[in-house]
């Protein structure tokens, strides 16, 4: 039999309420120990006084909900508690539960695990339930719920039952010898593989727009030393981030700061100057700063306007960069020439002119790399390998010289296509993927 688990599944310290959730075949039969009466009707909240069945202690006065089984998150019997959020008021409750009979402990993750395994939700739900959790910003809250709802599932769910069909057209021509597929439905056959390869290759192609959501836009600050880029920096991150000072060569590591930009998460880097430098602790700082670059979703090149563009900024201008040209208080605006850039605009970082225009500019350039569309995306590598996988498979169906390869190949696309949302065995994923769920949920 299962055990029974519980946890505190709202926030630990002092609040205006904490709930404690309980799960298993023993959560009614427990509700029914702590409140000294029957169960309360399905699904309403009801008021209980909450007591220690060994002394009738009072513990607390709540509210209770009670899910029997099928019905609740994770399909078996569940028990919320609501109570006084006081740090004893929930000792004094979990201390309880953990000496009644089949109780324990839930593990981070386990009521979602529970859900998964009991067909509640498949994998890219649950892995949407974690984004919610952790969803910082706005847009990274609409991809997360649209996933925890299912949408993600339901579009690799609805290429997987197609290849099963066709799968099985091709197993009932082996299994029958006598009766080879034709010629023209072979073909129509592998017409259809071929359909679902060119869409699987459509929604990977999609410039990692929803993992970028997940794990933040990074934006990399270069530009030469007195540019001003950690006064950029500060200016992003609304207060002292980096250290400014007219002293070039004062940025050496590089300096990160995370933000919220128009609802999308971004970490911005700062980094040191671009020269040939004397110093070795300024030359690694450099050498970050280029690998700082190359890793960038976007660029921002910082040149001071009162000066000659210098070549090595210069160079690393392309079509992720959007370029500044700062102290414009000092100098007249001056433009690059026939550049690749997303933008270029003259600002004065320390006294504000131009830079609403550039912070709209840059909203906007960081909402176009994380797509704010409404369709479902990859949010993990997890997919994007597996579909790259199911792909490749699909193609090499479509080639084979076999009805028998065909259908082998077929066979591995489905199963890959499986594995994300959990359809086949999945055993061997799920420790990494509840990993990373808090305790209680
Ligand atoms: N006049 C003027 N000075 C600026 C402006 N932005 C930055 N500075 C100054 O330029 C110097 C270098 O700035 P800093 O942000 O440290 O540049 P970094 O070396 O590129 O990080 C500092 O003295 C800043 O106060 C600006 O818009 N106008
Ligand atoms: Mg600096």
Redesign the pocket.
């Known amino acids: 039999m299962t055990d029974t688990i519980f946890s505190l599944s709202s926030a630990v310290g002092r609040a205006g309420l904490a709930v404690i959730r309980l799960s298993g075949p023993s959560a009614g039969a427990t509700l029914e120990r702590l409140s000294g009466g029957p169960l309360p009707r399905p699904r309403h909240a009801t008021r209980a006084i909450l007591r220690d069945p060994i002394d009738a202690d009072i513990l607390d006065d709540g509210l209770v909900l009670w899910f029997p089984a099928p019905h609740s998150y994770t399909g078996e019997e569940v028990v919320e508690l609501h109570l006084h959020g006081g740090v004893a008021v929930v000792s004094a409750v979990l201390d309880v539960l953990a000496v009644q009979p089949d109780l324990r402990l839930a593990e981070p993750g386990e009521f979602t695990r529970r859900a998964f395994l009991s067909g509640k939700i498949d994998l890219t739900a649950a892995e949407g339930l974690i984004d919610l959790i952790d969803a910082e910003t706005d847009a990274q809250r609409r991809q997360a719920l649209r996933q925890a709802d299912g949408a993600l599932g339901r579009l690799y769910e609805g290429w997987r039952s197609r290849l099963v069909t066709l799968l099985a057209h091709f197993e009932a021509s082996i299994d029958f010898v006598d009766e080879p597929i034709p010629d023209s439905l072979e073909l129509e056959l592998r017409k259809k593989i071929l359909f679902v390869s060119g869409e699987l290759t459509q929604h990977l192609f999609d410039k990692r727009r929803g993992e970028r959501l997940r794990e933040g836009v990074h934006i990399t600050i270069l ?1 030469a ?8 920096l500060n200016l992003l991150a609304r207060r002292d981030a ?5 002293n ?1 060569g ?2 050496r590591d590089v300096v990160e700061v995370r933000l919220d930009l128009g609802g999308c998460p971004v970490t911005v880097a ?1 980094t040191a ?1 671009l020269r040939d430098s004397a110093s070795d602790v300024e030359a690694e700082g450099v050498r970050r700063a280029r690998a700082r670059a190359e890793q960038a979703d976007l660029k921002l090149v ?1 040149f001071d306007g009162a000066v000659t563009p210098d070549a090595p900024s210069r160079d690393l201008v392309d079509a992720d960069t959007i370029v500044l040209f ?5 100098c007249d605006s001056v433009l690059l020439k026939g550049s690749a850039a997303l933008g270029q605009y003259a ?5 504000g002119a131009g830079i609403d225009e550039f912070l709209r500019a840059l909203t906007a350039a960081v909402r176009g790399c994380v797509g704010a569309g409404d369709s479902p995306i990859i949010t993990r590598s997890r997919h994007r390998e597996a579909l790259t996988n199911c792909r490749d498979a699909l193609d090499r169906a479509a080639a084979a010289s076999a009805s028998e390869f065909a259908a082998e190949d077929l066979r591995q696309a489905v199963r890959s296509l499986g594995r994300i949302t959990g359809a086949v065995d999945v055993e061997d994923l799920l420790d990494v993927i509840f990993r990373d769920f808090c305790i209680g949920k």
């Open positions: 530009g030393p007195n540019a001003g880029k950690s006064s950029l980096a250290i400014v000072s007219s070039a004062t940025t700062d100057g910082v700062n102290k414009s208080d000092l600002v004065s970082v320390k006294y």
